[in-house]
């Protein structure tokens, strides 16, 4: 039987460290400024440290306990009420990069989750227009 990519990374001990890491370079990284920004305007760290691991759980091929919590793994339906600029995704991608790094995950599975990521980060750029904001401030997220 194929392993999950969770099982593969070392279990739900590794990917809560990996969490817990990545929120706090979020909260001390340049990169994670905006981010950080935008998690404060919702339901604070506490909550989407709890809520990215229980993803993540899911989307590795662990126990969903995000869609047993919110009946979905939608990421995109996750994100809908946040302007995500293509900054924004890359500052994401560069924090996780080094979550990544510090916990040690190095291989060819880590570097197929990397893209994953890569992937849906990018995915998740929006319409910023539709929040109002200038064109100007889509390319970058220092407004």
């Known amino acids: 039987?194929?392993?999950?990519?969770?099982?593969?990374?070392?279990?739900?001990?590794?990917?809560?460290?990996?969490?817990?890491?990545?929120?706090?370079?979020?909260?001390?990284?340049?990169?994670?400024?905006?981010?950080?920004?935008?998690?404060?305007?919702?339901?604070?760290?506490?909550?989407?440290?709890?809520?990215?691991?229980?993803?993540?759980?899911?989307?590795?091929?662990g126990r969903r306990y995000y869609e047993e919590k919110f009946g979905h793994m939608n990421v995109r339906q996750m994100h809908e009420h946040v302007p995500i600029s293509q900054q924004d995704a890359e500052d994401w991608l560069t924090c996780m990069d080094a979550a990544l790094t510090m916990n040690g995950l190095e291989g060819a599975k880590v570097e197929r989750l990397r893209a994953v990521f890569r992937r849906v980060a990018l995915m998740l750029v929006n319409d910023l227009g539709a929040w109002g904001m200038p064109a100007a401030a889509q390319g970058s997220s220092s407004t």
């Open 1 to 61: 039987m194929k392993q999950s990519m969770l099982e593969e990374i070392g279990g739900e001990e590794v990917l809560r460290k990996l969490v817990d890491d990545f929120y706090d370079l979020i909260e001390t990284m340049p990169e994670g400024e905006q981010i950080k920004k935008l998690h404060l305007r919702g339901h604070g760290l506490d909550h989407v440290r709890l809520e990215q691991f229980n993803f993540l759980s899911g989307f590795l091929g």
